[in-house]
T-cell receptor, first 110, second 111 residues
Framework: DAKTTQPTSMDCAEGRAANLPCNHS???????VYWYRQIHSQGPQYIIH???NNETNEMASLIITEDRKSSTLILPHATLRDTAVYYC???????????FGAGTQVVVTP | EAGVAQSPRYKIIEKRQSVAFWCNPI?????LYWYQQILGQGPKLLIQ????????DSQLPKDRFSAERLKGVDSTLKIQPAKLEDSAVYLC?????????FGPGTRLTVL
């Protein structure tokens, strides 16, 4: 599995954009980047995934660098409910096994 | 659409007792996963089913843990006998393609 590196924590002001970085320098050409988040006392929640093109859905945008060695998850207008641990994961392409690291603890403040 | 259902939500047992958890995946999802999440850590995959067959159980402590998905839909995870270190949240997830959808989990406390 490609290893990912994320900051331990970050704060964000409510209403502002939250930009969450992730490094995955050993990613292979056919491996996707996935983002999940886990709000306290809940199960993880799928956010978005991408291969090499930028992706956007109703929750977030995913920007992947041209060399695919890093990516950024963007929460365009953070709310208090976005406070959670965010996980960047690169699972093996053959099956969907997710290796959760420590993730980034994001705290959105009023 | 209904999400992944799990029961019970909470369970407290004494060590050496047995316990079982139940999971009902999202309708039509062929792949089902069980994860263990110890406090302060990320979830760890225990077992993965594709329909009623096991794809990966390399992280399942098979001397005490067992899981089945007999009809390719619902699944049960059992621990017998439980140890103190089994205290954790047990999460079930299902997927149709690669994105996994998680249930709320069962919080197990072993005393």
């Amino acid at each position: 599995d490609a290893k990912t590196t994320q900051p331990t924590s970050m704060d964000c002001a409510e209403g502002r954009a939250a930009n969450l970085p992730c490094n995955h320098s050993t990613i292979s050409g056919n491996e996707y980047v996935y983002w999940y988040r886990q709000i306290h006392s809940q199960g993880p929640q799928y956010i978005i995934h991408g291969l090499k093109n930028n992706e956007t859905n109703e929750m977030a945008s995913l920007i992947i660098t041209e060399d695919r060695k890093s990516s950024t998850l963007i929460l365009p207008h953070a709310t208090l409910r976005d406070t959670a641990v965010y996980y960047c994961i690169v699972p093996p392409p053959s099956w969907g096994k997710l290796q959760f690291g420590a993730g980034t603890q994001v705290v959105v403040t009023p | 659409e209904a999400g992944v259902a799990q029961s019970p939500r909470y369970k407290i047992i004494e060590k050496r007792q047995s316990v079982a958890f139940w999971c009902n995946p999202i309708s039509g999802h062929a792949t089902l996963y069980w994860y263990q999440q110890i406090l302060g850590q990320g979830p760890k995959l225990l077992i993965q089913f594709q329909n009623n067959g096991v794809v990966d159980d390399s992280q399942l402590p098979k001397d005490r843990f067992s899981a089945e998905r007999l009809k390719g839909v619902d699944s049960t995870l059992k621990i017998q006998p439980a140890k103190l270190e089994d205290s954790a949240v047990y999460l079930c997830a299902s997927s149709l393609d690669l994105a996994q959808y998680f249930g709320p989990g069962t919080r197990l406390t072993v005393l």
